[in-house]
């Protein structure tokens, strides 16, 4: 049941996100916080908030690729 939970809030999430690109780092992130919620009993809230952080790393890092290309570029 744990494991349907978890496969379920990733699907719902990836759904929302409306595109593949939003999307990026968010499935990850919510079957990683799913399982760790559910470890601490909060498992739709842990695969939330994976959610959230998977999506906002995912972000952070190709902000730094960008940067790096701009900066390689700039040259």
Same mark, same amino acid.
Request: glycine share 18%; aromatic share 2%.
């Given at each position: 049941?744990t494991? &349907?939970l978890?496969?379920? @809030?990733?699907? $719902?999430?990836? @759904?929302?996100?409306?595109? $593949?690109a939003?999307?990026? !780092?968010c499935i990850?992130g $919510?079957?990683?916080? =799913?399982? @760790? =919620?559910?470890m601490?009993?909060? !498992?739709?809230? =842990? /695969?939330? /908030?994976?959610?959230?952080? !998977?999506?906002?790393e $995912?972000?952070?890092?190709d #902000?730094?690729?960008g940067?790096?290309?701009?900066? &390689?570029q700039? #040259?």
């Amino acid at each position: 049941m744990t494991r &349907s939970l978890i496969i379920l @809030a990733a699907l $719902a999430a990836f @759904a929302l996100a409306g595109t $593949a690109a939003e999307a990026k !780092g968010c499935i990850k992130g $919510a079957v990683v916080g =799913g399982l @760790a =919620g559910h470890m601490a009993g909060h !498992g739709k809230a =842990g /695969a939330a /908030a994976g959610c959230a952080i !998977g999506h906002h790393e $995912a972000n952070k890092k190709d #902000k730094q690729q960008g940067d790096q290309q701009g900066q &390689s570029q700039a #040259k």
